[in-house]
Structures are given as C-alpha cells and as structure tokens.
C-alpha cells in the first residue's frame, strides 16, 4: 500500500492517513468533503417555467412616423422658445453690474374712453347760438384801446349798438365816434340813414362786422365750456367760458374794425364770458381781448359787453318805405379810423 500523506486538522501534524490516526494527537484522519459541482446552466434556465420568473415583456409598438408638417410645426415652436429664452438672457444681463428688475410688458389696446355727455345747460345754449332763424334785443358796448406804442398818440375807440336780429335780417341804430346811423339788412340788401329825419338810402354792403348773426361763432361744443351755475339777481344763471379751440372773429365782436385800429396787432388773449338760462336764453356776455409787451404793459386792449333780450320773440324786419333811395358807394356805413 502506498503512503498517503495527509494534514491533521486538528494540529496540523502530517501523517500517512493509511496508518491511522494521527501520530501526534491521535486525532483521526477525516476525508474532505467532495463540493456540490456548480450548474452551469443559467439563471433563466435553472427557474423556467417556476412561479419566480418574471414574464417577458413585450416590445412596444413602433411610434407613427411624423409627416413633414408635424415637423416644421414643432420646430417653429422650438425656435420661437429659444428666441423667447434669448431675449429674456439678454435682458436680463444687460444694465451696470447688478441685475434689474425685469418685467415682461404685454402690450394691451385700452377701451375708447366715452366723450363725456355735456350738460344740458349747455346742449340748449349750443342750439341757440348756431339757430339760423334766432330772434332777439341785442345790446353792445365796445371799447378799443390801443398803446401809443403802436399808434403813437394813442387810441381809445368807442362804439355802440342797439339792435334786433330776426333770422340774416338785422335791424339797428349803430354809433361810432359820436355819428350815429341807422341801418337794416333785409334779405341782403343794406339800408341806411342818419336817424330821425334823413331818408331811407340803398348801400352798396354792409361792413362784416356789423353782421351779428350767427352768435360769437361757437360752432362745436368743445369750444365752449360750463363753469358754474351762479345766481344773478335773484335768478339762477349758468356761466359758459369758451376754451382754446375757439377762434374769435375779433372785428365782429367788437363791432369795429380791429386791424386798421391796431396796425395789424392782433389780442393774443381772448376770452369770452356767457351767461344764459338753463334752456340757454343768453342773458349777458363780456369779451376780453389782449395783447400785452413783455413790461406788462397793454398794446391792445379790448373790452366789449353784451345784453340780450326778448330771445325767441318774432320779429319781422322788413324794408324801410315803398321806394327808398339808391345812393353812391361814399355814404356807405363808415368804418371806424385810427384818431
């Protein structure tokens, strides 16, 4: 028998396990256990068809194929993000070293404001002074001052009116540096005479602005404004003001001839007051016009005041005589000149 030299596992002595135990500590020889050889199949093929196997998956459905447009669509979208990012960074970092306070504006379109609904006062004081067929009194006063600066002696010219208007005809008694005339618009044409006793004559034109009618020229509710109601006289009356949009005819208000008064100097200041009734029956009215030197001093100065009367009574003006007389351009109604 041949020797089989073995390890005692106990002390670590060797010995021929044919012999018997070991020689040291008597310790007896034991044979290692043969390991369990290792299954070389697979986790999947050990455990198939075992309640631990976990059943396939199965593949997902391919995703539909995008057509051309899907694609440009949402690249459009893609890129109009990037732009929206872009826009925001450089915004954001633009400014002096510390980040601002960026704020996305969206522009939004206000609502139209309504146009304010004007008082009532001054609805039916609007139909009175643009009525074509307007009856009424009307008394002026006017005062032209001019500064020796620009006429040099000075001027201060006075005129006067006491009349009625009945739709275009106009009737009156006008004075003008002491001279009074009578004169009357009738259908368009101009009859005049030097009160009491001459005779009724037949002139070429009436000077423009001895036309009263239309009143003041306020053709538009924006030039013109209520200021407040006051009481005059025990009566209430509302006072209207006009505003910047109007454009005053100066030589008509005043009833003179402005221009050659004032050698062209036009008031660079007007103002007109009106008081009227709340169903817009004019009562009284003051013109103010202005022109003024840098000293304060006034070049031109003009003060003129209105009264009304007898509003919407008829009136017929009609020719003054069965025939009157046809007389040459020289005695036409006088303008006012410089003195």
Request: charged share 15%; hydrophobic share 40%.
């Amino acid at each position: 028998m041949s020797e089989k030299m073995v390890r005692c596992v106990r002390c670590h002595e060797v010995f021929d396990a044919n012999s018997g135990p070991c020689t040291k500590c008597g310790a007896p020889y034991q044979a290692p256990v043969v390991a369990q050889q290792e299954d070389a199949s697979s986790f999947a093929e050990r455990y198939a068809g075992t309640p631990f196997v976990t059943p396939p998956v199965e593949p997902l459905a391919p995703a539909p194929r995008r057509s051309g447009n899907n694609i440009w669509i949402g690249g459009g979208v893609a890129l109009i993000a990037l732009a929206l990012i872009a826009a925001l960074i450089v915004g954001l970092g633009s400014g002096s070293g510390s980040r601002p306070d960026t704020q996305l504006v969206v522009p939004i379109t206000p609502a139209p404001t309504p146009a304010p609904t004007p008082p009532p006062s001054l609805t039916a004081l609007m139909g009175r002074l643009n009525d074509s067929s307007l009856s009424a009194h009307i008394v002026v006063s006017s005062r032209v001052q001019v500064n020796r600066r620009i006429a040099g002696a000075g001027v201060t010219d006075l005129t006067t009116f006491d009349g009625i208007i009945s739709g275009p005809n106009e009737s009156g008694l006008f004075t003008h540096s002491g001279v009074t005339r009578e004169f009357r618009l009738v259908d368009n044409v101009v009859y005049s005479r030097q009160p009491p006793t001459a005779k009724w004559q037949v002139v070429p034109t009436l000077p423009s602005y001895l036309i009263v009618a239309p009143l003041f020229n306020i053709t538009a509710m924006n030039m013109i404004e209520l200021v407040s109601a006051e009481v005059v006289n025990g009566d209430t009356l509302y006072h209207f003001r006009t505003t910047r949009w109007w454009a005053p005819d100066t030589s008509r208000l005043a009833m003179a001839d402005v221009p050659s008064l004032t050698a062209g100097l036009a008031p660079d200041v007007s103002v007109l007051d009106l008081w009227a009734t709340a169903d817009g029956i004019p009562v009284t009215a003051s013109f103010s016009g202005t022109n003024s030197a840098t000293d304060g001093t006034k070049l031109v100065d003009i003060e003129v005041k209105y009264t009304f009367d007898q509003v919407d009574v008829a009136v017929s003006i009609g020719s003054p005589g069965p025939s009157p007389t046809a007389s040459p351009a020289a005695s036409a109604l006088p303008s006012p000149t410089t003195k």
